[in-house]
């Protein structure tokens, strides 16, 4: 029941264009503009987002100064993460976990794993 839900929300943003996890990158430059140096403190490196079935490349450069955000691909980025619109959203709102994101195959994660679990952190601090 649950998957069919998913399954229209992906044919409406399909059909509409819309990208849900946009609004939360734009969040998440916003909180960069705000607070950049502590995040950058918090964050220490390039985060790449990419979410698979809409092609949106996102990068997150907490690393730099005061850190940056925009809508591209980062080569030098030191952790990539993959993952799909919805799944990008639910995780940002609690309600998917990335450990069980990663071990069901809804999150691949490219780089150093071990910046991935600082995700969840800087989710929350957009959200300020």
């Known amino acids: 029941q649950a998957s ?7 044919v409406f943003q399909t059909f509409f264009g819309f990208i849900m996890s946009k609004a939360l990158f734009v969040q998440m430059a916003a909180a960069l503009q705000a607070d950049g ?20 490349k996102f990068c997150l450069d907490l690393k730099n100064g005061n850190g940056s955000a925009s809508f591209e691909e980062n080569p030098s980025a030191d952790v990539t993460i993959t993952i799909a619109d919805a799944d ?37 601090a957009a959200k300020k």
């Open 4 to 10: 069919g839900v998913q399954g229209s929300a992906s």
């Open 88 to 124: 990008m959203v639910a995780m940002a709102e609690g309600k998917l976990d990335g450990m069980q994101a990663f071990m069901g195959g809804k999150l691949k994660i490219k780089g150093n794993m071990m910046l991935a679990q600082k995700l969840q952190g800087i989710l929350e």
């Open 37 to 56: 140096a502590n995040l950058v403190k918090a964050g220490g490196a390039i985060f790449q987002f990419v979410i698979s079935d809409t092609d949106t």
